[in-house]
């Protein structure tokens, strides 16, 4: 039903308007725990959405900017307790929660780990009843800028003319990558590795340049992709063969791919650049009810649709691209035994 807003005595304006105020804060905690839920549960993944923000965007309507603050709240709730009951005692503002969870994601990106419950406890403290741009503020204080904090965990230190010593972190997934690579490489030393590593890439960036630029076409034949009948890309079939290889003209260093690599969890470069061409970067999953494709460009991995543990195979038609998330929601349901694959 309309209201004159304009008819209304000015102390009914007063007096609704606190009513409003108050529904609106119970209404914002009420959206925040569903919110929780549906991030705890997944919701979003089945409906092929790769994150709570994106669900919120395209799902609830909510604006990016409100998407952004609400899904950081949530996180905020997840990560530390006391937000969500000051929330609900509304001490702390939403848009707070969410500047709160950005400074801890920095904060820990730029340590390379967790931040304490100490530093947590002090963040949530500055936030209490603070303007954004009073909170602000206090972060400011408290932290230093990310940048400069990631930079002092790298160290190149000349130790003489002829001698360098580096100095940096890497992550678990680098770690993984560093060993696999000491496996498949004679490389005793890090240091050799390292130089075998910058070999490799100074190498792969100037045949890139030289392809850009126009050059080096004559092998174009030999890296033409076979689409067959039903739309399948597949490598050309001496790229399977065991130990070919091709003329005085190729590289020595091409690794072929064996047929070994068919129950190996290793996907070859050459799989990854078919794969990424085939799903144009871009995830894979489908919503079996809508059928609505997942958007993600970002974190893809390839995920064997058939695991490999249930006799699935390292070949183009098993393989497949999936966001971050929906490679998690594909490995939940095959320990549970769903099947949504086609
Ligand atoms: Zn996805």
Do not use: W
């Amino acid at each position: 039903m309309p209201r004159k807003y304009s008819n209304l005595e000015s102390y009914q304006v007063l007096s609704d308007i606190r009513a409003l105020a108050l529904q609106e804060q119970s209404l914002i905690v009420d959206l925040l725990e569903y919110l929780y839920e549906v991030d705890v549960r997944k919701l979003y993944a089945p409906l092929a959405y790769s994150s709570l923000f994106e669900f919120g965007v395209k799902e609830l309507g909510f604006t990016r900017a409100q998407s952004y603050e609400r899904t950081r709240a949530v996180a905020a709730m997840k990560q530390i307790p006391e937000v969500r009951e000051r929330i609900r005692a509304g001490e702390l503002s939403l848009t707070n929660a969410a500047l709160l969870k950005r400074a801890i994601d920095a904060e820990e990106r730029a340590l390379g780990s967790k931040v304490d419950a100490h530093f947590k406890a002090a963040l949530v403290a500055a936030a209490l009843g603070a303007t954004k741009r009073e909170f602000q503020g206090k972060l400011d204080e408290v932290l230093t800028s990310p940048e400069s904090r990631a930079a002092m965990r790298e160290r190149v230190l000349h130790r003489s003319a002829t001698r360098t010593a580096l100095q940096f972190e890497i992550d678990v997934a680098t770690e993984t990558k560093m060993k696999r690579a000491r496996e498949l490489v004679d490389a005793p030393t890090l240091e050799e590795l390292f130089d075998r590593a910058l070999d490799s890439l100074i190498e792969a960036e100037e045949v890139k340049r030289r392809y850009r630029s126009g050059g080096g076409k004559k092998n174009d034949r030999d890296r033409r992709i076979e689409e067959k009948e039903d739309g399948t890309l597949v490598a050309p079939s001496h790229d399977l063969v065991a130990g070919h290889h091709e003329g005085p003209e190729s590289s020595t260093k091409e690794i072929p791919i064996k047929q070994k690599s068919l129950v190996s969890r290793y996907i070859p470069a050459k799989y990854r650049m078919l794969i990424a061409k085939r799903s144009g970067a871009q995830c894979e999953y489908i919503d079996p009810g809508t059928m609505r494709r997942c958007s993600s460009r970002s974190h893809l991995q390839i995920d064997h649709k058939m695991p490999l543990a249930m006799g699935g195979t390292t070949t183009l038609e098993n393989l497949r691209h999936l966001c971050g998330t929906h490679n998690r929601l594909e490995a939940v349901n095959a320990r549970l035994g769903i099947n949504l694959k086609g």
